[in-house]
């Protein structure tokens, strides 16, 4: 079954005061959209994690970067790629949260082994939870898991469906790409 980013006239009427929103702005809301019940659903904890956490841009982004980079989701490795530039990211520490841990500065190698964690455990062990309380706090040790279960499932929507980078990623990527 296709899922192409719905727009326009096939946007659903369910959705229509999220248009404006959130959930008709990017590609990835547009193909959810096939499901508006879990659109809206999802718009509480999305403010949360995009816009509410106690972690701050650039750690967020961190979060993001790892999960997108690790889960194989070039949509939202660009995305973040531009979010991360948008929030004082330099291009040469968002390239680094792609490599090795021993590459990245140290507070990004304590985020990225969390990450990591998660996806290969699925859980925290006890030194790696340690060494992210100590750097983010206990709510940012919540807010770490929910950032990496959110992009996950963010994640599998955008493989599973081909989801395209929207345009304005595109063109800024485009111009200027990772590490120029």
């Given at each position: 079954m296709s899922c192409p980013p719905l727009i326009g006239a096939d946007w659903p009427t369910e959705l229509a005061d999220m248009k404006a929103s959130f959930a008709g702005r990017l590609n990835v809301y547009r193909v959810m959209a096939h499901h508006p019940a879990l659109v809206r659903a999802w718009a509480p904890l999305r403010e949360h994690i995009v816009l509410r956490n106690s972690l701050g841009a650039q750690r967020s982004e961190v979060v993001i970067l790892r999960t997108g980079h690790r889960m194989g989701a070039e949509y939202e490795w660009a995305h973040h790629i531009s979010r991360g530039r948008a929030c004082g990211m330099a291009d040469a520490r968002i390239a680094s949260i792609a490599g090795p841990l021993d590459g990245m500065e140290p507070e990004d190698a304590v985020i990225a082994?969390?990450?990591?964690?998660?996806?290969?455990?699925?859980?925290?062990?006890?030194?790696?939870?340690a060494a992210l309380q100590a750097l983010v706090g206990v709510e940012g040790v919540f807010d770490v898991m929910a950032t990496v279960g959110f992009y996950s499932t963010l994640a599998f929507i955008v493989r599973t469906f081909d989801t395209p980078l929207d345009p304005d990623v595109a063109a800024e990527l485009a111009q200027r790409p990772l590490g120029t």
């Open positions: 082994g969390a990450v990591d964690a998660l996806i290969d455990d699925h859980h925290l062990p006890e030194p790696k939870r």
